[in-house]
Structure formats: structure tokens, C-alpha cells
């Protein structure tokens, strides 16, 4: 009976130093992990963003840009902003812009768009509203460009477009459902020079047309608002409508088509 005892307090002894040692290695004091593991400021600029906005200025009308190439932005009729509710990436809560019937979102610089050039854009969106260009190329800097292509928008449903300008006629995608329902949404629209355009909404291929190619143009690359004028499903005139009104997060650009790989991982860092 002796010998039995003793074997069993050395079972459970050895049972709870085990656990122990389990629990020790789990937790930690700053209850904190070692490594933060991929964001949207670092997968998009890992994956060769060219122009990364993440809109998270609190103050001024400087948007800046995080890439390599520092093309800040500057935020035209002033600057609107919340503090993290709803934020898209829960691993880095920080301000976002909200933009509305006044405020967009201008850049320097221009691109040359062609229908041999691949490139793709980018944006986290939140709106309750139906209408606006979330971003897209123009000829003008600020005005309301004449000429305007590969414009991400929303329509008066909340159906999200891409407005692509092609040499001798408008390619339009429509997306079959509305996206302003108030919840934070990954969109990027590519043009891939070997195939057409596509759009990927939250990492899924949502729509696409083979052989539609932008017209050549140079342009800049402007963001909650360009004239639609021209485009069956645009706004017509009307330039209040053309302007974005909802919240927008980490706007990029890259001079290449993104794949549905990269697609998916993009929109996997946010919620």
C-alpha cells in the first residue's frame, strides 16, 4: 500500500509539473504576441504598392503615402476623420477618412494608362450611401476631368462599377449586388493586359470582362471623386454624386495585375 502511495503522488506530481509548464509557456505577463504577422500597411507594400494611402491622418490635409515613392496626397475641401470604431484591420485600430459630397482625396503625379500596361487598384470602403467614385484616373489633377478611366464607384442601387474607358467605346462591370450596407468592404480592380479587366470584392473574383483595355491617357490617380460624365452607368453631370460619401481605408496602386492569390490575402489581413 506504501509503495501504491507513493507512485501515485509521483503520477500526479508529474501530471501538475506538466501542466504547469504548459500553462507557463501560454500565457505571459503583457498578455501580448511576439509577432505581429501581416497588416494592410505591410501586404500591400510587400506585394509592390507603388502608392499606399492609409487615410489615417488625424489632422492637416496631408494624405500620406507610405510607398516608397512618398507621393502625398493632399485632401481638397479639408479633412474628416474617426477615431477606430469599425476600423477594417481589427489588428491596428487608428483613424480613417470619412469623405462626403466636398471631400476627396487629390495626388501628384501622372501614370501612363494603355492598353498594353497592366495595373491595379485598391481600397477598403464603408458607406451607407449610394453613390461616389471610391478611386480612378483622370486627366486633371483636381478639376473634372474630360478625359477619366478605371474608375471604382458605387451606383445610385449601391452596385459597385468599373468604368473603363476603351479607345473606341466604355467597358462598364455591374456587380449584381449592392455593397453600401455599412460594413467595411476589400475591392480591387485590376487590368491585366493579357486578358481584360476584373474586380475582386472581399478576396473573391466578383466580376470580369476579357479583351476590355483602357484607352492610352496619361493621367493622376485621384481618389473619392472624378467626373463620370460619358459613362452609361456614371452620374451624368451631376458632380455631387460623382464624389464619394462613406469612410475609405488604405487606397494603393500597382503598376501590375495583382493575382487572385494575392487577392485573397489582401482582404484575409483585415478582418
Known sequence: MALFGVLALVAYLGTTTTISAFIARVNNT???ITS???TCHSVPLADGATRLYPLNESTGVVANDESANHA???YQGGRQSQNQTEYPCVREPDWYANLDQTHWVSTPGTYSIAPGS???QEAWFN?????GVICGFGSTQTGQSP???NLLALNNTGDLLFLVQGTSTTYELVSPFAYSDGGWHNVIAVHDASYGIKVYLDGALLMQQAGAHPAAMTAY???GYENTNGFTNGYGTNQTLAHWWGSMAFVSFYPFALSAAQAARH???GP
Open 118 to 120: 497592366s495595373t491595379s
Open 147 to 149: 478625359a477619366k478611366t
Open 127 to 131: 458607406t451607407y450611401n449610394n453613390q
Open 72 to 74: 502625398n496626397g493632399t
Open 221 to 223: 490617380f485621384r481618389i
Open 267 to 269: 482582404y484575409q489581413v
Open 30 to 32: 503583457n498578455d501580448t
Open 36 to 38: 505581429a504577422g501581416p
